[in-house]
């Protein structure tokens, strides 16, 4: 211990630091902000941080970044605006357990996660369709833990291992996405809501804001996760009005948001 308290002295005293941990971070029920925050963009072109730890995971539930889980649901469903296809959506359930079974302790990931085309959707814009925020019901009166995985195949094209381009900004219990509430895009404090989750990122396949080597399109999501205790499991059944996705209108596109089936627990 003398050893160790030792190192971190010598490094603080070079005005280094040891490196943060990632993990899950847990989302407020109650009072302000409303919005944990992530990896936000800053700076102007803007960009975000590629060794900012917060919020971040390095693997699917089951691997050895996030071990003791099993899968227990998996399906893929299109993303549809205006009669157009302009992605899929992802959408799973993870369990504490081993073999098929969930353990006792009733714990549950759902993830979540969306690949867009540059299919144009909508008469008002050419543009390809964005989603500034993801959102999704869940238990109002469990604690909520939130995390993120970005991939690992950069130009990959299975939903497993796709690396995304952009990263998890911000996450907390709310139902108002980008341009919904006072101090968007960069305000904490949107309308609490505490049976929805919702995961600010965005994801463009063709993204007007991409500056590089500062941002990239990013036509994969991160697979967004969030952890709960959920006493009677889950719905097998993926549930109407479970999933929200909302175009915010951040490069002058036409808000748009669009509600869809997703899994829950019950």
């Known amino acids: 211990m003398k050893l160790v308290r030792t190192t971190l002295a010598a490094l603080a005293a070079l005005g280094l630091h040891a490196a943060a941990h990632a993990d899950w971070v847990t989302t407020s029920s109650s009072g302000s902000p409303v919005l944990s925050t992530c990896n936000p963009k800053t700076g102007s072109p803007a960009t975000q941080s590629a060794t900012l730890a917060t919020c971040k995971l390095t693997g699917l539930p089951g691997s050895t970044a996030i071990p003791g889980y099993i899968l227990k649901a998996s399906r893929s469903a299109p993303i549809i605006v205006n009669s157009v296809t302009v992605g899929t959506l992802y959408d799973r359930v993870y369990c504490k357990g081993t073999g098929t079974a969930c353990d006792a302790t009733n714990t549950y990931i759902l993830a979540t996660r969306a690949n867009l085309n540059t299919n144009v959707w909508s008469p008002l814009t050419t543009e390809s369709f964005e989603i500034n925020d993801f959102f999704r019901v ?61 995961f600010r990122v965005d994801t463009n396949a063709n993204d007007p804001d991409a500056v590089a080597p500062y941002s990239y399109s990013s036509p994969w999501s991160p697979w967004l996760y969030v952890r709960q205790n959920c006493p009677t499991g889950y719905n097998t059944t993926a549930q109407a009005q479970t999933v929200r996705l909302r175009q915010g209108g951040e490069e002058d596109q036409p808000p748009q948001a669009i509600l869809t089936s997703g899994y829950r627990c019950n």
């Open 138 to 198: 869940i238990r109002s009166a469990a604690a909520a833990d939130i995390g993120y995985f970005m991939g690992s195949v950069d130009g990959g094209t299975a939903a497993d291992t796709a690396l995304a381009k952009k990263y998890l900004e911000y996450s907390g219990r709310t139902l108002q996405g980008l341009g919904e509430y006072a101090g968007s895009p960069s305000g904490l404090d949107p309308a609490r809501s505490n049976g929805w989750i919702d």
